[in-house]
């Protein structure tokens, strides 16, 4: 019952961040986090917030808070990345960008987001090759998720055959008996 009260808090917020109100979504994460005051997710996505909000002070706090909670969650650094790199601090972004890549191989916006630095950096080959990586990842994503979806579907089809057989053998049976 409790993570379903997370689970619907939570997505309420996320909701307010998808559409851009920020202020509503940091009301909404805040009020997850009251009872919920050790959540990395909730802390990264205040930061995320403020780091809309351009209010980068308090959004680097939340993602530290995050990362306190958290090490190897990959998104805080990511966006402490975003915040360096609105900063102009090239090498302490990619470096960010870098440890999130390392924590998650597959995080597309973290090697789009390394190609950017790289690129703002003159370094184009390697920005070619992150921008390359990324756009693989999310190329496959839906691929994958298909493959989900058929997979549920032909459990559900081999389920369903399934007692349709035993349905039958059971109506044979008692037919064969008499």
């Not at 390394?114 to 920005?127: D, F, M, P, S, V």
Request: net charge positive; hydrophobic share 40%; charged share 35%.
């Amino acid at each position: 019952m409790e993570k379903e009260e997370y689970k619907i808090n939570f997505e309420k917020a996320e909701g307010y961040l998808k559409k851009g109100n920020f202020n509503q979504a940091i009301r909404e994460f805040e009020t997850v986090l009251e009872k919920w005051p050790d959540d990395s997710r909730c802390y990264n996505k205040l930061g995320v917030c403020y780091a809309s909000l351009r209010d980068f002070v308090k959004a680097k706090s939340y993602l530290e808070k995050a990362l306190a909670l958290d090490l190897k969650y990959p998104e805080p650094y990511n966006n402490l990345g975003n915040i360096c790199l609105e900063k102009k601090e090239y090498e302490k972004s990619i470096a960010l960008y870098k440890k999130a890549l390392e924590l998650n191989p597959d995080y597309a916006a973290a090697h789009s987001n390394l190609g950017l630095a790289y690129k703002r950096t003159k370094r184009i080959n390697e920005a070619v090759k992150q921008f390359k990586i990324a756009a693989e990842i999310d190329r496959k994503a839906p691929i994958s998720e298909i493959k989900k979806i058929r997979m549920k579907t032909k459990t559900k089809n081999n389920i369903i055959i399934f007692i349709l057989i035993l349905a039958g053998l059971i109506i044979l049976w008692f037919l064969l008996k008499k």
